[in-house]
């Protein structure tokens, strides 16, 4: 029994460095692909939005950047290597992947195209979305908004360094009370970092369930698909 037939799984570049911090993780990547190819063996349609921070983050590493779009494009292309090992990954263990970016470089990735995406989807292929929306100011959470809503996916999946969502940084409040659930209308009204603004309230106009959970533990992928409680559910 499966909870979800076509999800989004939004994953960091963080996510992808492992304890390094930076760079690759070759242990992880494979990881948390044997969990994709799990679901996809489901039947699950599965597509996914990568970042780039364990390369470039454009705001923060670039803050000594006259231009702040230049910084943007900057991580838009580190996103793109990590779809590249993302894809190399996936299709090792015989799943077909497309990896589709905002911005074009067709020697190793489609243009991201709507129409194309959902027939990848529906023929089972992974379908990796890389530079964000193609476009600066805008994060990778705002692009798993858009793609999920694009692709008319029942969820997003957001596997992050944090096993849900808390009132406080768990990190730095020991006191932070973690939610089983919440509303789109409570993450704003108290500033929760859960994704940025722009990102949730793009959730929450398209009504698009996002659930939060560990990836220290790639299994939570299968969970999430089975309607197991984990993490915090956010709608």
Known sequence: MIAYKRVLLKLSGEALSGKEGHGI??????????????????GVQVSIVVGGGNFWRGLKNGKKMNDRATADYMGMLATAMNGLALQDALESRGIYTRLQTAIEMRE??????????????????????????????????TAAALRAAETDSEVILLAKTIDGVYSADPKLDSSAVKYDEISYKDVLAQDLKVMDSTATALCKDNQIPLLVFAISDPENIVRAIKGEKIGTIVK
């Open 25 to 42: 993780d070759s242990d992880v990547v494979e990881a948390i692909c044997d969990k994709v190819k799990e679901i996809v063996e489901m």
């Open 108 to 141: 190793i990735a489609e243009p991201y195209i709507k129409r194309k995406a959902a027939k990848h989807l529906e023929r089972g292929r992974v379908v990796i979305f890389s530079c964000g929306t193609g476009h600066p100011f805008f994060s990778t959470d």
